[in-house]
């Protein structure tokens, strides 16, 4: 009866912060004054702090800041917004500068400048200007479209509205990172779990008037699109920021050799606490250029920068349970779910416990009392649990050896490569037979990098699924759409809305279609890959029927691991259906073949031997910029063999006897019209 009760008081107090919460936050004037929205906050957390089974997701703990606007207008940014590789210690930053020497192939003493800039943590935006002129604010969204938050970005000060300098260039897209300083966030902590989410939120408000009574700060730092920029290197580009009216941070540095990388990570990770403003790491670019247009990107992000994150943040909390979750390839993954905390400004509840052998080298059990850590914006995992503050009844977890979804028998795969059994278990159920399995490649296939449909999120997919409105991919493009108009929460707009989300999606990629399919190991490198190497869905669907897979060796960077997944995936029947009913409902680009005036169209190389101030991978994306491809074996199909230095003897007999061209480097870069 108790129990029932505080639930009853514990639930009053929710609905009540959360009319305050709408009031303050959607229509913009508060029912109550700071001092009674903090009481009725504290209140909440004091309950839930003694009784553990009081949980809301609209709890304060929980809740941060508010549900920004849905409605800007989304726009194509005309270069994409990529991310950056993370790296965590000094062997990674190591390994960063070792993958760029053997890309450009330089010498290994080769002094490589960096551009090494604190990494702010707050929101990017792009900012357009043409003739000097402010035209135009995009949030950076999936990094190919954002929203146009245009106007609220006419109200921060630091964004300059007008630039005269004659060297500005005519058009360009100038990116930064727009923040709140840490002594602006204190008025706004009670309604904000952090700087970050106070900056997200201003900025997307709905009414600029809003978003202007919040001091937000730009910082710039790069640039998208741009015609007319007369700059050579990173650390010139910062400088000119300057001079034309952008804020830089005042601790972004010149340097080279990872030492003194290292020695300015560290310099900077003690003034940490004493700037004014969050910063989570270093992002360091290659300064050069040229250098970096070589070097070019990895799916979204680019080669020659790399994030080198701070140390993490650890709390101690209580696991109150552990739960199974399964993934898209059936991988069955252990969450603890924890007493919720707040670890360097973000409430955490869930932290992985990676697989099973992970939990039984910990003894991981639950109501341990765990040290729990959090890096940047990786998933918090458990670092050690305190084995003395363990109850007396405490039990050992066993980890299940049945799909806890579908009930089928769980697997450790062999893997012939590494010669090791596999630390993940996973659920053997083809077929879409398992409603977990199948539920999260739903998910996976709405999701950003694969159809990306406007409104239609993981929350949706399992609510549709579970009103047996979808079980197939091509099920969301045949929506029983009157059906979900007498939905609670749904009206005749929020379908229409719906309706043309999904239908603009029906017009799609080769690339992102393979991708959205969620075959085991293909990511968005892979897809990019056989899109490339299939360009038409109706090759890529009758491939499977020839039973060649092996063929798909031949494309560079792709292994026996990617050809078994892609074997088995067409193995199962249920997505040859799939991918038959999905070419009915939808319209599937062709892959762009590489520009038709490409030098090397219609032909094949092979580089054998060492080459000369080029590396493979270089030469592997000239080839494929020029229109041409590379393959891995001497056949009829290899048009030309370019040699370097000791080549496989091998090789150039079986290319001489099938009367295939060898050529040396020299040759092949005139081939390009490049002398050197
Ligand atoms: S450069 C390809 N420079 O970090 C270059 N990014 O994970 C990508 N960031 O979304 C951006 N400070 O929000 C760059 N000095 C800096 C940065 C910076 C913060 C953020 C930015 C971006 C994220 C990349």
């Given at each position: 009866?108790?129990?029932?009760?505080?639930?009853?008081?514990?639930?009053?107090?929710?609905?009540?912060?959360?009319?305050?919460?709408?009031?303050?936050?959607?229509?913009?004037?508060?029912?109550?004054?700071?001092?009674?929205?903090?009481?009725?906050?504290?209140?909440?957390?004091?309950?839930?702090?003694?009784?553990?089974?009081?949980?809301?997701?609209?709890?304060?703990?929980?809740?941060?800041?508010?549900?920004?606007?849905?409605?800007?207008?989304?726009?194509?940014?005309?270069?994409?917004?990529?991310?950056?590789?993370?790296?965590?210690?000094?062997?990674?930053?190591?390994?960063?500068?070792?993958?760029?020497?053997?890309?450009?192939?330089?010498?290994?003493?080769?002094?490589?400048?960096?551009?090494?800039?604190?990494?702010?943590?707050?929101?990017?935006?792009?900012?357009?200007?043409?003739?000097?002129?402010?035209?135009?604010?995009?949030?950076?969204?999936?990094?190919?479209?954002?929203?146009?938050?245009?106007?609220?970005?006419?109200?921060?000060?630091?964004?300059?509205?007008?630039?005269?300098?004659?060297?500005?260039?005519?058009?360009?897209?100038?990116?930064?990172?727009?923040?709140?300083?840490?002594?602006?966030?204190?008025?706004?902590?009670?309604?904000?779990?952090?700087?970050?989410?106070?900056?997200?939120?201003?900025?997307?408000?709905?009414?600029?008037?809003?978003?202007?009574?919040?001091?937000l700060k730009f910082i710039a730092y790069t640039f998208g699109y741009e015609k007319g920029l007369m700059v050579n290197n990173q650390s010139?580009?910062?400088?000119?920021?300057?001079?034309?009216?952008?804020?830089?941070?005042?601790?972004?540095?010149?340097?080279?050799?990872?030492?003194?990388?290292?020695?300015?990570?560290?310099?900077?990770?003690?003034?940490?606490?004493?700037?004014?403003?969050?910063?989570?790491?270093?992002?360091?670019?290659?300064?050069?250029?040229?250098?970096?247009?070589?070097?070019?990107?990895?799916?979204?992000?680019?080669?020659?920068?790399?994030?080198?994150?701070?140390?993490?943040n650890k709390a101690v909390s209580k696991i109150l349970d552990i739960e199974i979750q399964i993934g898209r390839t059936g991988a069955l993954t252990p969450v603890a779910k924890i007493k919720p905390i707040n670890i360097g400004g973000v409430i955490v509840s869930n932290a992985t416990l990676h697989n099973e052998d992970e939990i039984n080298r910990k003894d991981i059990r639950i109501g341990d009392t765990a040290v729990i850590e959090r890096a940047g914006d990786v998933i918090p995992h458990i670092l050690s649990i305190d084995k003395q503050k363990r109850s007396s009844n405490s039990k050992k977890f066993i980890f299940p050896k049945n799909c806890p979804s579908c009930g089928s028998e769980t697997i450790k795969e062999y893997n012939k490569f590494t010669k090791k059994v596999d630390a993940v278990r996973r659920c053997s159920s083809e077929d879409y037979n398992c409603n977990k399995i199948s539920i999260e490649k739903l998910k996976h296939f709405v999701s950003k990098e694969a159809f990306n449909i406007d409104g239609f999120g993981k929350k949706i997919v399992e609510s549709f699924w579970k009103l047996k409105l979808i079980k197939y991919p091509q099920d969301i493009f045949k929506l029983d759409y009157l059906k979900i108009e007498k939905l609670d929460g749904w009206g005749k707009l929020s379908v229409q809305n719906l309706k043309y989300s999904i239908n603009q999606k029906k017009n799609i990629s080769l690339e992102r279609f393979i991708y959205s399919l969620g075959i085991r190991h293909i990511g968005l490198e892979n897809a990019k890959l056989l899109s490339k190497h299939f360009i038409s869905f109706s090759k890529f669907k009758n491939f499977s029927k020839q039973n060649h897979f092996e063929d798909l060796l031949n494309i560079d960077g792709i292994g026996d691991t990617q050809v078994n997944s892609i074997k088995s995936f067409f193995l199962t029947e249920a997505n040859k259906k799939v991918l038959n009913e999905l070419e009915k409902v939808l319209e599937i680009k062709d892959a762009i073949q590489n520009s038709d005036s490409g030098l090397l169209k219609n032909k094949t190389f092979l580089v054998t031997g060492k080459l000369n101030g080029i590396s493979r991978a270089e030469v592997k994306s000239l080839i494929e910029e020029n229109s041409g491809k590379t393959i891995s074996s001497v056949s009829k199909k290899l048009n030309y063999l370019i040699t370097g230095e000791k080549p496989t003897k091998k090789k150039v007999d079986n290319a001489k006897e099938l009367k295939i061209k060898v050529i040396n480097q020299v040759e092949f870069l005139r081939m390009l019209n490049k002398t050197s």
């Open positions: 009866m108790e129990k029932k009760n505080i639930k009853k008081i514990y639930k009053s107090k929710i609905d009540l912060i959360k009319k305050y919460n709408k009031y303050y936050f959607d229509k913009n004037s508060p029912l109550v004054s700071d001092n009674k929205y903090d009481n009725l906050k504290m209140e909440i957390l004091k309950l839930e702090n003694d009784y553990d089974y009081l949980d809301s997701k609209f709890s304060p703990s929980k809740n941060v800041g508010f549900k920004p606007s849905k409605n800007f207008k989304k726009i194509l940014h005309r270069a994409p917004m990529l991310s950056l590789a993370n790296a965590f210690s000094e062997e990674d930053l190591i390994n960063f500068e070792k993958k760029i020497i053997n890309f450009l192939s330089i010498n290994k003493n080769f002094k490589i400048f960096y551009s090494a800039e604190p990494k702010i943590d707050g929101i990017s935006a792009s900012l357009t200007y043409k003739n000097g002129n402010f035209e135009k604010g995009l949030s950076r969204g999936d990094g190919k479209e954002g929203e146009d938050i245009t106007e609220n970005l006419k109200t921060i000060l630091d964004i300059p509205k007008k630039i005269l300098s004659k060297d500005f260039p005519k058009e360009i897209d100038i990116r930064g990172e727009i923040f709140i300083q840490n002594s602006d966030f204190k008025s706004l902590s009670e309604k904000f779990a952090n700087p970050r989410n106070a900056a997200s939120g201003s900025l997307r408000q709905k009414n600029p008037e809003e978003t202007k009574k919040i001091p010139d580009f910062l400088n000119k920021l300057n001079e034309w009216g952008f804020k830089t941070n005042p601790l972004n540095n010149l340097t080279s050799g990872i030492k003194n990388l290292m020695e300015n990570y560290k310099e900077i990770e003690k003034k940490r606490a004493n700037i004014d403003f969050d910063i989570d790491g270093i992002v360091y670019k290659v300064n050069d250029f040229v250098m970096q247009k070589r070097l070019g990107n990895v799916a979204n992000a680019p080669r020659w920068a790399i994030a080198h994150k701070f140390s993490s």
